[in-house]
């Protein structure tokens, strides 16, 4: 049996760059200062116990923050914060700079105003490829009201009710 050709990078972010995912910021705080990256890939584990799993940058600071803290929070972005998602997303800068950051309970930054967010503790985490995968105990979970942000195809949009009931074997 012949090896199949290794997969380009490139194809593989277009490729992937067709399924449709919310928009989340990770943050944490590590000795002091404060972390946080955009993410988009992120998703739910387990109910009980409520575990989620999010994929992080090798490498990053943020990164290596989340694994030395051992706590974390996911803000996911409500469809007005595109531009949180921009700077959250910018490498080497002080994401905080000037952003009004309120603290959970579990004395992890949150983004103000975010759709939701969720505070964990880090249950396990490993490394896949370039990125750490983390799985993170959610300790706390607060809603509001709005619709979140949408990624796809390397752009953001809003993610619009077809207007029938939510899918019940879903939920």
Excluded at 44 to 55: F, I, N, Q, R, T
Excluded at 65 to 88: D, W
Excluded at 149 to 163: A, H
Aim: hydrophobic share 45%; glycine share 10%.
């Amino acid at each position: 049996m012949t090896p199949a050709a290794a997969v380009d990078p490139l194809t593989m972010r277009r490729a992937m760059g067709r399924f449709a995912t919310g928009v989340a910021v990770v943050t944490t705080s590590a000795d002091g200062t404060p972390h946080g990256m955009t993410v988009n890939s992120l998703t739910s584990v387990s109910l009980e116990p409520p575990l989620l799993l999010v994929c992080l940058t090798t490498g990053a600071r943020s990164t290596e923050a989340v694994v030395r803290a051992g706590r974390f929070a996911v803000s996911i972005l409500s469809a007005r914060q595109e531009q949180l998602a921009l700077r959250f997303a910018r490498r080497g800068e002080d994401h905080f700079a000037g952003l009004d950051v309120t603290h959970g309970r579990h004395a992890v930054p949150v983004i103000p105003g975010a759709f939701a967010h969720l505070e964990c503790e880090v249950e396990r985490h490993f490394v896949a490829g370039d990125h750490v995968v983390v799985i993170g105990h959610v300790l706390t979970v607060c809603e509001r009201d709005g619709e979140p942000l949408g990624f796809m195809g390397g752009r953001f949009g809003d993610i619009v009710s077809r207007g029938h009931d939510p899918v019940s074997w879903f939920f």
